[in-house]
């Protein structure tokens, strides 16, 4: 955590001075850029949109997560967040997900659900991918899915939407702006070094967001929602992360 926060530091006082006026002023000219966060509310809010406006001026929309080789893969593997004990999603586990759909709805042309057997006919990658959990710990594992751009476009998403909402059958919730919902390295996985995603890890399916801390790849996903506003989605801050102490934004 230490390292995250003197880095975010450098990040703030980079933009504030590359920008040369105060924080609150760079503020203002990140609001006019479209980089203020949902999260951007109360006492820690000029940091946390410092740190996106940064990030997102500074890199490229496409910069890319280093992808490692097969050796590289860790030999454990921890897990944060277990498969939830609901009836709902006991039962979907042990009919083998055949009853499982994800829904895609909201500011799209064609909303719809797609049985697990339906994504893994979609044209499938994998990646070999580093995941950083905000507590300390990471592993390198290879993820196999469907780039979350591939369903986006089957269904069509509008142009006036911003974010791509999703939730899991655990309660938790979180959201992508577009560059980052569209970026290469976003997929749907439903693969874990091998074809099959354990219930551990987020089975039947997980979002796999490489450039940004482990709580962003949320699991055991139920339903994805398209939306150009997030002030009515649950408590309004575009995840269920700031609630904790931890960012909307969480790139690394
Ligand atoms: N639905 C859901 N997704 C989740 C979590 C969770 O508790 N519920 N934990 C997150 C956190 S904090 C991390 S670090 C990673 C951990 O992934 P792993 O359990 O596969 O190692 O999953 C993320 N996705
Ligand atoms: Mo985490």
Same mark, same amino acid.
């Given at each position: $955590?230490? /390292?995250?926060?003197?880095?975010?530091? $450098?990040?703030?006082?980079?933009?504030?001075?590359? &920008?040369?006026?105060?924080?609150?002023? &760079?503020?203002?000219? *990140?609001?006019?850029?479209? +980089?203020?966060?949902?999260?951007?509310?109360?006492?820690?809010?000029?940091?946390?949109?410092?740190?996106? &406006?940064?990030?997102?001026?500074?890199?490229?929309?496409?910069? $890319?997560?280093?992808?490692?080789?097969?050796?590289?893969?860790?030999?454990?593997?921890?897990? /944060?967040?277990?498969?939830?004990?609901?009836?709902?999603?006991?039962?979907?586990?042990?009919?083998?997900?055949?009853?499982?759909? +994800?829904?895609?709805?909201?500011?799209?042309?064609?909303?719809?659900?797609?049985?697990?057997?339906?994504?893994?006919? $979609?044209?499938?990658?994998?990646?070999?991918? %580093?995941?950083?959990?905000?507590?300390?710990?990471?592993?390198?594992?290879?993820?196999?899915?469907?780039?979350? @751009?591939?369903?986006?476009?089957?269904?069509?998403?509008?142009?006036? *939407?911003?974010?791509?909402?999703?939730? &899991?059958?655990?309660?938790?919730?979180?959201?992508?702006?577009?560059?980052?919902?569209?970026?290469?390295?976003?997929?749907?996985?439903?693969?874990?070094?091998?074809?099959? +995603?354990?219930?551990? %890890?987020?089975?039947? +399916?997980?979002?796999?967001?490489?450039?940004?801390?482990?709580?962003?790849?949320?699991?055991?996903?139920?339903?994805?929602?398209?939306?150009? /506003?997030?002030? %009515?989605?649950?408590?309004?801050?575009? @995840?269920?992360?700031?609630?904790?102490?931890?960012?909307?934004?969480?790139?690394?």
């Amino acid at each position: $955590m230490s /390292s995250s926060i003197s880095r975010r530091k $450098m990040i703030t006082t980079g933009v504030a001075a590359v &920008a040369g006026v105060s924080g609150l002023a &760079a503020s203002r000219i *990140a609001g006019h850029y479209g +980089l203020i966060p949902p999260d951007s509310g109360g006492i820690w809010g000029v940091g946390e949109t410092l740190t996106y &406006a940064a990030q997102r001026v500074l890199m490229s929309h496409h910069s $890319m997560a280093r992808e490692f080789s097969l050796s590289d893969v860790s030999k454990v593997v921890p897990v /944060s967040g277990l498969p939830p004990k609901t009836d709902l999603y006991q039962g979907l586990l042990a009919g083998g997900f055949k009853d499982w759909r +994800l829904t895609v709805d909201g500011m799209v042309a064609r909303p719809g659900t797609f049985a697990l057997e339906e994504l893994k006919r $979609m044209p499938a990658r994998s990646q070999i991918t %580093h995941q950083a959990c905000e507590e300390g710990w990471s592993f390198i594992c290879q993820w196999t899915g469907v780039p979350l @751009s591939y369903v986006l476009n089957l269904v069509g998403v509008s142009k006036q *939407a911003k974010y791509v909402v999703v939730y &899991a059958f655990d309660d938790v919730w979180d959201s992508l702006d577009m560059p980052d919902a569209y970026h290469p390295q976003t997929f749907l996985t439903y693969g874990m070094n091998g074809p099959d +995603l354990n219930a551990d %890890h987020g089975a039947p +399916l997980r979002l796999r967001v490489a450039r940004q801390l482990g709580y962003k790849s949320v699991k055991f996903l139920s339903r994805i929602t398209v939306t150009d /506003s997030l002030k %009515h989605v649950g408590d309004g801050k575009g @995840s269920i992360q700031p609630a904790f102490g931890y960012s909307w934004y969480a790139g690394i």
